[in-house]
Every structure is written in structure tokens, then in C-alpha cells.
């Protein structure tokens, strides 16, 4: 629990750290969606190419900064183990924003969001930001599910939405920065909140099922 | 069916090898072995002539089909007048005029058309059939039984010059032995040296094959190996006594072959072997190298060793099952093989210029072991790029030429579906198989290769397509003697009917459709009853018998499968039935974990016992399942402990912390950064984690281009093969343990709620949601 005392010192952290938050985001979404593709898009330019036989490959760091703060994200991906279903939700656990994403040229993948959605409120912390993503938007000769369509969803839960495309990068960026911001800006203000009241922060700390206490525990 | 044109090939082979013997005989004039020769391929065709009718007796199918049996019948006749003829004609004299050998030598050709007349025919007629390969395994022990017992009866027709006592006597053995090891039903006796006592074994006058077969009882597959072990060694105690003799043991991992072949001393038509290269043929036919040599030597040591084996002709096979039809057929320790060693080695070392005669077909490299620590070697050895650049048709072309490094060919075989249709690739070697030169010692590559992809086929992926494709190719294969491809066309429809017969015995997956009130309320019931069952067992005998399942399933799964489950975007289950079959079971055991412990939901403090209870029997398990390395297992019940429907209810504090304890390994931070280096550095017997398998594939297939440039992607290929065989490695585990029947059939197959909305609410009705 010494990483108590670094949640509340963000700044002390920053200086040996060289980032300011590490946060943690997940994307999940039927298998083919193109999870891992968002991914790739996103991190192109930082995944090492050498391959660890030991830890397989390991591309899913990318520091990004906004509003002056360095953010080093820290992105799991399920991809390849969708049908363990009780394994994929051992990463809800500690996620601090959650990326939904479905196809645009597969109907079924877009009425499962439903289902993610279900699992999230059962499986992930309460609060955790979701981010409703609406991939390969580029293949418009074989869209099923249009624009409203999505945004009708998001809307309905409550969630933001966004289009974007792995293959011609369009959106990608922007969509794990938005998540990004609204997740900083949570923290922020949970963190002042914390500050206000210190005693409380142990008790969230001891739960392991807490977003904070995961990712604290695992930044040290 | 099958093993009737199987037993008939070998036959024909046997008849075709001595003929060409005999005509090299004349061109040397050396015609004093000819009578020899004639008796050799009398002797096999009498005995192929029996084959068939005792066959035809067990097959009900064909003893009623009137036209095949007037066929057979006349065709039978027919065969049997030119082998009078050839008996009357060795029988004349012992000095065989000019005249003589060539009606002999038109005589034997007669008879090779006429049995190959009933080959084909049968062929036609009798297409394999499934059915008929179950017990074919059982079949061919039984006509050796009976085989034996006819040439240890007195029977042996006109074996002049032979030591024919010596002969009968081990036969008889052979036969004895035989008979135990198909009669023991469930275990073996353990094999007694006494095998030479011949006294104890009557005589059997036995001339028809009428009798009915002895021994009904299912054998599996380690008491026939064990009893085929001891009858090799049994033989070859039999040699040892009877002067001058070799056994020669084949073994290729699972399977093994045992041809039994003596080679008496006095035989004046065996040319006889020098001192030297019948050492030769006694090391090497020896495989452990247990004797050496002559009849002083003692047999000691454990039986043979299936590692040290000879290495197999041909590719290996992986998982060869018990009905391999190729295993242990009759002719092969018959008394018409006596002389076959010394005949083929006469063919080979006179035909070396002349290849069109050498019927062995050229070795490929054997497969590395892929238990050995070689797992980086490969991709060195084929560093180079440059040199492994190429189309998917070159690859193929590479993959087929003479020189091509063992690995290179592994590696083509893994990946080869990530960049070429599969029904693509075996057009394009059955194109190659039928333009092969016969001339050229490489004409058995593209053959060899396509039975190694059809080995490793799943099996949903022979469809009726390709099925018809590799039919025909071994029927064309059969019928084209020329190419000398009879060994490849019989080891091709082996793997065929293995495949064929795992696609028929494959049950449908189970869908987990959703449940009605009914169900679910009963089978919750059912689940709160199995909570207190499951601490009727002690950990120990539960956690072995998950390893058991775990271990069964992971071996079902062909590594090539995870390539498909990787590369099949929408992961359908249809085309990777035994992968979706081991997720299932994951799935299962997990969800059954937690339902176990959540189903114990009413009030009191009893039940909250019971349920502090069954969590730490989970705990004991979980330390059984990791001592095990069962780690598919310990996954799914860490999952199970560790879902937040179990997690969110009110535990001791200490029961937390065992929790994060057991999560420690599985922990997903860093790509499994706890668990990786564990696996790599457990010893077998150990089953991982089987989502982490398929996760990796699937990131190697993600994150490269299959194509660069039109060319293969050789980097993608070198890193699935690596992957591969990193899950080769695990499936030779095998437990030391029994399966439980009981917990087999009291938890019937860990049926659950798997149904998180379920469990929910029963985790609701524990601790309620508003409950601070």
C-alpha cells in the first residue's frame, strides 16, 4: 500500500516516472472486429518489432499527453480469447476506460454491444468510462449499420460514440484520446476528492476490485 | 474390407518383389535358385488365396454378394491350376531346364494378372468403408493367428532345404502368444520367456479357415503394443535359438510395427549373406541394440524402446490409431518373408545403378522430437531470408525439392494455411505425384509430403471434395504399379481413414443455448447438491481428474487447428471442433465453480460455512492442479474463485488474500508475465493454458502480412511454426492417473449455469445488492 502515498503526490511520481498517470483502458467487442488492428494503429509507432518468445508481443504501451500531462496508456486487449469468457473478464478488473467496439459491415457484431455492455456493469468497477467505437468505417460498400444507427445506441446508454477506421487510421487516435481525457479528468477529480477526505482513500485501496487500487498497485 | 485389399496389396507386393528376383536369377543363370523363388511366390499366393476366403468368410457383406463370389470363385480356380503347374514344375527336378523357367516365369505372371484381377475388382466393389477399419486391427491379428498356426501345421508346402521344424516351432510360439494377447481383455499377463517350450503348444492340423475366431475382447492400444513388444522379443529369443535369424522392430512414436522375420541358415535360396552384413541387418533390425550377433548373446534390458526405434521409412505419423491397418499385418511374419530380406537385399544391391528397381522409397528427414530443446534452432538454421523468399508456389516448389532442411518443411507444414488453400496445395502435389520420373530418387517427395498434410488435417477439413481427390489418387497409385507407389498409396488411405474416422465418431458440439426457468431452477438444484458431493473427494483424486480431461483434450486438438482457430476471423466453431470442444470444457469447469459456491444461497450460518467450505476445497485443488501443471484447469477455476460474483459476497479477509494468492500466476499484466516463464520451465507432464495459445497465433496472424511483395511473409511463417511447436511439446503429457468414473458421472461433465446473469442473481440472494 505504499503507492497510497504516490496517488496523492501525483507530481512526485512524475519526476522519476516521466509520466504524470498511468491509466488503464481495455477494448473488448465480438472477435473480428478489429480490436487489435485499433490497437496497432494506435501504437505503430512505438511497439517494439522484436519478438520475446518469453511474453509474446508486448506493443501495448503508448504515452500520450494531454493539457500538459503526460499520460502513459496502458491498453488490454482481449483479442484471441473472447470465447474463455470467464478469463476475458479477469481484465475488466482495474480498467479505468472501456472501448466497445463493433463492425459496421456485421449486424451481429453491433447487437452484441448490448451484451458487452451487461457485462461491463456486472464485471468492471462502477464508473468506468466507456467509450462506444464503431470500426471500418472505411468499407462504406458494405456497411450494415449506419452512423445514427450507433450514435441512437450510444446515446441510449449514455456513452459516447465514435467512428473510426484501423485501416486507414481515421478517428483512431482521436478515439483513445478521448477516452484518455474523460479518463483523466474522472481521476482528477476523484483525486481532489480523495485529498478532501484522506482517510477514505485506504478503504478504497483495500478493495481489489477498485479500478484505483489495481492500477496504483501495479504502477510502482 | 480395407484390409483385404491392404492384405492382397501386401501380397501382390510380396509376389511382384520375388518375380523381378527371378528374372535377375535367369539373367545371371543362376538357375539353381529358381525353384526357391517358385515356391516363395507359390507359397505367397496360396496364402493370399486363403487371406481372401477367410476375409470374405467374416465379412458378411461380402459372402452374400452372389456376383463377387462367382468372381472371386472362378478367378480362385484360375490361380489355383497355374500354381499346380508351378508346383509340378519345382517339384520335377531340382535341375530346371531352359523350357522350365520360362513357363515358370510365364506362369507367375499369369497368376500376378489374375490376382490382381481380384484386387481391383474387390477395390471397385467393395469401396473402404469406415465400418469395415474398426476392427480391421483385431482382424489382422487374428488371420496372423491363423496364418501361423497353418504354416506351424505341417502345411508349409514343399519348403525344401528348409529348416522346417525351426520354423514351425516358432510360429507356433508366435501364433501362442498372439492368441494371449488378443484373449487378455483388459490386461496383460505379463510377458513370460518361456515362448520356446514347444512341447506345451499342440500341433494343429489346421487346413480351412472355417474356425471361428477366438477372442472377441476389445484390446487397447497399450496391451496390443505391449503383447506386439513381447512377441518381438519373443521372437527373437526364437532366432536367437534357431541359429541364424533377424527380428526387425519398427516403432514410430504411438505406432509400431512388428516384422517378425526369420531367416533360416540352411535356406540354399537365400544367397547367402556375408558375415558382415548379416551383423549389419541383426544391429540395425535390433533397435536397442540388444544382441548382436549369434546365439551366445543373452536378451537383456528392458523391452525395446520405442525413442530408439528405427526411424520410420516415411514421415512420421503423429497419433497413429489403433486400427492402422499398416501395423501388423499377417504376411508380414509369415514364412513367405523368410527369404524376402535376402531376396530385397539381393534387388537392392544389384539394382543400385538401376533405380527403377529400389522399392524403398527415399527417407525424408525425420521430424525433430519436439520434446528436445530445440525450440530456437530451427529459425537459426533458416536464417537467411534471401534464400527463403518466395511465392506460395515457390514455397511449395522448395518444400518439394531434394535438399530442402527438415525444419523448412515443418514450418511449411504449419503455416502453409495462412498463405495457400489447403485444397490448393493438394492439387498441386497430386499434379506432381502423377508427373513424377520414376527414375529420379526424388519421385517419393510430393508423396510423402501430401501424407503428411493429410495427417495433420483436421478433420472438418476434409470435405468431400478433397476425400474424392485422395481417393482417387490412391486408386490411381494402386493401379500404376510402374511408380512403385503401392507403400505410399497404403500409408496415404491409412491416414485417410483416420481422419474419415474421427470426422464420423465426432459428436456435434454442445450449444449452450439459453435455459428455461425449469432448467436453470433445476440445475441449480443439481449444483447446491454437487457442493456437498464435490467434499466427498479428496482434492487430490478431483485434480487428477481434470488433469486427465485436460490432458485428453489438449491432445485432441491438432496444432494445426489453433492456426485455423487463430486465422478464422469469426472463430467458427465448425471448422476447429476439438479447440471449440477444449473451450468449451474451460468454460464449463469455470462457470461449475462458481456455481458450486453461489448455489449455496440460503440463509444461515451453516450454509455460509459450507460455502467458506467448498471455496477452500477449491484452494486444495487449485495447489493440486499447479503441483500437476495443469495450468488449462487452474485457469478456469481461478476464474471461477476469483469472478466478482464470488468475490463481491463477504469472506474472512484471509480468504481474499488466497484468492489474490491463486490470481498471482494467471494475472493477464504484461501479456502473462507471471505465467510465460513458468510454463516454458515446467516439466511434462503439463497442460497450459490453451486461450494464450490461440492469442499469440492470433497476434502473429494479426500483425503480419501473410504476402510481402508476393511473396510469403517467411518471418509470419518461422513464428507460427515456433508457436507450434512450443504446443507440440505439451502434447505428449500423460498422467499417471485413473479417471474417476464416479466424479465423471456425478458432476456429468461439470454442467453449469453458464449464464453470468444467473449467477448474479444468486450472488444478489447471498449478499443483496443494496447491502452496504
Request: glycine share 4%; aromatic share 8%; hydrophobic share 35%.
Amino acid at each position: 500500500m505504499s503507492s497510497a502515498a504516490g496517488s496523492s503526490t501525483p507530481t512526485s511520481i512524475a519526476a522519476q516516472k516521466a509520466y504524470d498517470y498511468l491509466f488503464k483502458l481495455l477494448l473488448i467487442g465480438d472477435s473480428g472486429v478489429g480490436k487489435t488492428c485499433l490497437l496497432f494503429r494506435f501504437a505503430e509507432n512505438s511497439f517494439n518489432p522484436t519478438f520475446i518468445s518469453t511474453i509474446g508481443i508486448d506493443f501495448k504501451i503508448q504515452t500520450v499527453e494531454i493539457d500538459g500531462k503526460r499520460i502513459k496508456l496502458q491498453v488490454w486487449d482481449t483479442a484471441g480469447q473472447e470465447r474463455f469468457r470467464t478469463i476475458t473478464t479477469a481484465y475488466y478488473r482495474g480498467a479505468m476506460g472501456i472501448l466497445l467496439v463493433y463492425d459496421v459491415t456485421s449486424k451481429k457484431t453491433f447487437e452484441n454491444i448490448t451484451n458487452w455492455l451487461k457485462n461491463i456493469e456486472e464485471h468492471a468497477a462502477e464508473g468506468v468510462e466507456q467509450l462506444l467505437v464503431a470500426n471500418k468505417c472505411d468499407q462504406e460498400d458494405k456497411r450494415v449499420i449506419s452512423e445514427e444507427q450507433g450514435q441512437l445506441l450510444a446515446v441510449h446508454h449514455g456513452i459516447d460514440f465514435i467512428e473510426c477506421s484501423a485501416m486507414t487510421g481515421e478517428n483512431v487516435r482521436e478515439a483513445f484520446y478521448r477516452m484518455a481525457r474523460r479518463v483523466k479528468t474522472k481521476h482528477e477529480s476523484k483525486e481532489s476528492a480523495q485529498r478532501a477526505d484522506g482517510s477514505k482513500s485506504v478503504k478504497i485501496l483495500s478493495d481489489p476490485g477498485s479500478p484505483l487500487g489495481k492500477s496504483l498497485g501495479n504502477c510502482c | 474390407m480395407s484390409s483385404l485389399c491392404l492384405q492382397i496389396t501386401d501380397h501382390l507386393l510380396e509376389i511382384e518383389k520375388s518375380a523381378k528376383y527371378m528374372n535377375k536369377l535367369i539373367e545371371k543363370n543362376q538357375k539353381e535358385l529358381i525353384p526357391q523363388v517358385v515356391t516363395l511366390i507359390i507359397d505367397t499366393v496360396q496364402k493370399m488365396l486363403d487371406d481372401i476366403v477367410v476375409i470374405v468368410g467374416r465379412e458378411p457383406e461380402i459372402s452374400t454378394d452372389d456376383k463377387w463370389n462367382l468372381f472371386f470363385e472362378s478367378r480362385q480356380q484360375e490361380a489355383r491350376n497355374y500354381l499346380a503347374a508351378l508346383v509340378k514344375l519345382s517339384d520335377s527336378s531340382s535341375e530346371i531346364s531352359h523350357d522350365d523357367t520360362q513357363m515358370t516365369q510365364e506362369m507367375v505372371q499369369k497368376l500376378e494378372k489374375v490376382l490382381r484381377n481380384i484386387l481391383d475388382y474387390a477395390r471397385f466393389k467393395f469401396p473402404v468403408t469406415p465400418k469395415c477399419t474398426q476392427n480391421s486391427f483385431r482382424k489382422s491379428l487374428h488371420a496372423s493367428i491363423e496364418n501361423l498356426e497353418y504354416l506351424g501345421s505341417g502345411e508349409i508346402p514343399r519348403t525344401r532345404g528348409l529348416r522346417r521344424n525351426n520354423i514351425r516351432r516358432s510360429f507356433r510360439t508366435i501364433s501362442r502368444k498372439t492368441k494371449e494377447l488378443i484373449n487378455s481383455s483388459s490386461s496383460i499377463r505379463p510377458p513370460s520367456m518361456d515362448g520356446t517350450n514347444n512341447g506345451s503348444v499342440k500341433r494343429r492340423l489346421v487346413t480351412g479357415r472355417s474356425r471361428s475366431v477366438v477372442g472377441r475382447q476389445r484390446s487397447n492400444q497399450s496391451d496390443v503394443s505391449e503383447g506386439l513388444t513381447f512377441l518381438s522379443l519373443n521372437s527373437a529369443d526364437l532366432h536367437l535359438e534357431s541359429d541364424r535369424s533377424n527380428i526387425d522392430v519398427r516403432y514410430s512414436n504411438d505406432q509400431f510395427s512388428a516384422i517378425c522375420t526369420s531367416s533360416p541358415a540352411g535356406s540354399s535360396y537365400s544367397r547367402p549373406l556375408s558375415s558382415n552384413s548379416y551383423s549389419d541387418v541383426l544391429s540395425t533390425s535390433c533397435s536397442s541394440g540388444r544382441f548382436v550377433g549369434g546365439p551366445e548373446i543373452v536378451v537383456d534390458g528392458p523391452p525395446l524402446l520405442p525413442e530408439k526405434g528405427l526411424p520410420p521409412i516415411l514421415p512420421p505419423k503423429k497419433n497413429k490409431p489403433l486400427g492402422g491397418l499398416n501395423v501388423f499385418t499377417p504376411q508380414k511374419n509369415r514364412f513367405s518373408m523368410v527369404s524376402s530380406d535376402s531376396r530385397d537385399s539381393y534387388l537392392n544391391e544389384k539394382t543400385e545403378q538401376s533405380s527403377d528397381l529400389s522399392l524403398i522409397p527415399p527417407e525424408i528427414p525425420e521430424k525433430r522430437s519436439p520434446s528436445k530443446n530445440h525450440r530456437d534452432s530451427g529459425y537459426n538454421e533458416l536464417n537467411d531470408p534471401s534464400s527463403m523468399l518466395g511465392t506460395p508456389d515457390q514455397m511449395v516448389e522448395k518444400v518439394l525439392s531434394q535438399n530442402v532442411k527438415s525444419d523448412f518443411i515443418e514450418a511449411f507444414l504449419s503455416s502453409f494455411r495462412t498463405f495457400l488453400p489447403l485444397e490448393n496445395l493438394i492439387d498441386q502435389l497430386l499434379k506432381r505425384i502423377r508427373q513424377a520420373d520414376t527414375c529420379a530418387s526424388a519421385s517419393g517427395i510430393p508423396v510423402q509430403i501430401l501424407i503428411r498434410v493429410v495427417d495433420q488435417l483436421v478433420y472438418t477439413e476434409l470435405n468431400d471434395n478433397i476425400k474424392q481427390k485422395l481417393d482417387d489418387e490412391i486408386f490411381w497409385m494402386m493401379t500404376h504399379r510402374e511408380k512403385n507407389f503401392l507403400n505410399y498409396a497404403k500409408q496415404l488411405r491409412d491416414s485417410v481413414q483416420r481422419i474419415v474416422k474421427k470426422k464420423n465418431s465426432a459428436k456435434r458440439p454442445l450449444s449452450m443455448g439459453a435455459l428455461s426457468d425449469n432448467e436453470s431452477e433445476s440445475l441449480t438444484k443439481k449444483l447446491r447438491n454437487d457442493g456437498t458431493k464435490l467434499l466427498d473427494y479428496t482434492s487430490d483424486t478431483f485434480a487428477q481428474h481434470l488433469c486427465i480431461l485436460d490432458a485428453d483434450f489438449y491432445r485432441s486438438i491438432e496444432p494445426s487447428e489453433f492456426v485455423l482457430a487463430a486465422m478464422s476471423e469469426t472463430q467458427d466453431e465448425q471448422k476447429t471442433p476439438n479447440f471449440s470442444a477444449a473451450v468449451n470444457h474451460f468454460n464449463s469447469v469455470s462457470y461449475w465453480t462458481q456455481g458450486l459456491i453461489l448455489s449455496q444461497n440460503s440463509p444461515g450460518k451453516d450454509v455460509t460455512d459450507l460455502r467458506e467450505r467448498i471455496l477452500n476445497n477449491f484452494f486444495k485443488i487449485l495447489s493440486h492442479l499447479r503441483k500437476n501443471n495443469n495450468f488449462n484447469s487452474y485457469f478456469a477455476v481461478v476464474a471461477g474463485v476469483s469472478s466478482k460474483a464470488v468475490t463481491r459476497l463477504h469472506w474472512k479477509s484471509s480468504i481474499h488474500e488466497k484468492i489474490q494468492e491463486f490470481q498471482k500466476i494467471t494475472s493477464v499484466d504484461k501479456n502473462f508475465i507471471n505465467y510465460r516463464p513458468v510454463l516454458k520451465d515446467s516439466l511434462l507432464p503439463c497442460v497450459p493454458y490453451i486461450g494464450i495459445v490461440r492469442q499469440d497465433l492470433y497476434q502473429v496472424h494479426l500483425r503480419e502480412k501473410p504476402m510481402k511483395d508476393g511473396m510469403v511473409n517467411f518471418d509470419r511463417v518461422m513464428r507460427i511454426h515456433k508457436l507450434l511447436e512450443q504446443t507440440r511439446r505439451f502434447r505428449e503429457s500423460k498422467y499417471d492417473f485413473q479417471k474417476s468414473a464416479d466424479i465423471d458421472r456425478r458432476f456429468c461433465g461439470f454442467q453449469s449455469l453458464q449464464n453470468d446473469d444467473k449467477l448474479w442473481e444468486m450472488s444478489y440472494l447471498i449478499r443483496p445488492l443494496a447491502e452496504p
